[in-house]
C-alpha cells in the first residue's frame, strides 16, 4: 500500500508568512494527490486536487506542485482564517490514504 | 445544494455492529462514487473505504476490511456502512464524501463532505 508522509506535522507562522507543507509518497503516484484544508469541529474542505489545480472557490494564495514521489502545498501571505490542519490524499484506487496531518499554528 | 447528511452513529459495545447511512441531496447521487473518511478524537483523518457510482467496485482499508460493508442504494440517494464486530479502535466520526469527478473519476478529490457522525465502541 502507498504510504504518505507529510512534513512538518506542526509548523507555527504568523499572519503574511509564506509557508510550505511536505508530502511524500512511499511510491510513484504521478500527481493524483489532493490537499485539503481541515478545522476544528469540522469536516475536511478540498483545497487542490491533481496535485496543482486549484478547487474552485479556493484563494489564489493556495498553491500545489510535485509530482511523482513528493508534492507541496504552498500559501503564501497566511491569513487569520488559514491557520488549521491540513492533509494530503493518495487519489488512485485502490487505496486512497491520507497523511498523517500538518497542524498550522499562529506564531 | 449538495447536502450530505450521516446517521447512525451512537454508543455500541465491542463485537456488536452498526450501520451508518449518509442521505445525499442536491446532484445526480448515481453519478458519483462515495468514500466513507474517519477521524478518532485527536487523531487525523483515516480512508475507510470507497464504493463507484453504480456500486460495482468497492475497495476497503485493510483496518476494517472483512468487518464492514460499503453500499448505496441509487433509488434512495443513500450511502451506508455497514460495520461488524466493531473494535475500541474504530471509535471516530465518520464521514461520508462524494467523488467531485463523475462515473469512475476518482483523481479530482472529494468535493462535498457531511458533518459526520460519532461512533463510540465502549462496553
Known amino acids: 500500500d502507498i504510504r504518505l508522509t507529510q512534513s512538518p506535522s506542526f509548523l507555527s507562522a504568523s499572519v503574511g508568512d509564506r509557508v510550505t507543507i511536505t508530502c511524500r509518497a512511499s511510491?510513484?503516484?504521478?500527481?493524483?494527490l489532493a490537499w485539503y484544508q481541515q478545522k476544528p469541529g469540522k469536516a475536511p474542505k478540498l483545497l487542490i486536487y491533481?496535485?496543482?489545480t486549484l478547487q474552485g472557490g479556493v484563494p489564489s494564495r493556495f498553491s500545489g506542485s510535485g509530482s511523482g514521489t513528493e508534492f507541496i502545498l504552498t500559501i503564501s501571505g497566511l491569513q487569520p482564517e488559514d491557520f488549521a490542519t491540513y492533509y494530503c490524499q493518495h487519489l488512485n484506487s485502490p487505496i486512497y490514504s491520507f497523511g498523517q496531518g500538518t497542524k498550522l499554528e499562529i506564531k | 445544494q449538495v447536502q450530505l447528511v450521516e446517521s447512525g452513529g451512537g454508543v455500541v459495545q465491542p463485537g456488536r455492529s452498526l450501520r451508518l447511512s449518509c442521505a445525499a441531496a442536491?446532484?445526480?447521487?448515481?453519478?458519483?462514487?462515495m468514500h466513507w473518511v474517519r477521524q478518532a478524537p485527536g487523531k487525523g483523518l483515516e480512508w475507510v473505504a470507497v464504493i463507484s457510482y453504480d456500486g460495482s467496485n468497492t475497495y476497503y482499508a485493510d483496518s476494517v476490511k472483512g468487518r464492514f460493508t460499503i453500499s448505496r442504494d441509487n433509488s434512495k440517494n443513500t450511502l451506508y456502512l455497514q460495520m461488524n464486530s466493531l473494535r475500541a479502535e474504530d471509535t471516530a466520526v465518520y464521514y461520508c464524501?462524494?467523488?467531485?469527478?463523475?462515473?469512475?473519476?476518482?483523481?479530482?478529490?472529494?468535493?462535498?463532505w457531511g458533518q459526520g457522525t460519532l461512533v463510540t465502541v465502549s462496553s
Open positions: 442536491g446532484y445526480t447521487f448515481t453519478s458519483h462514487g
Open positions: 511510491q510513484g503516484i504521478s500527481n493524483y
Open positions: 491533481a496535485a496543482s
Open positions: 464524501a462524494k467523488n467531485q469527478g463523475g462515473w469512475d473519476v476518482t483523481t479530482s478529490g472529494s468535493d462535498y
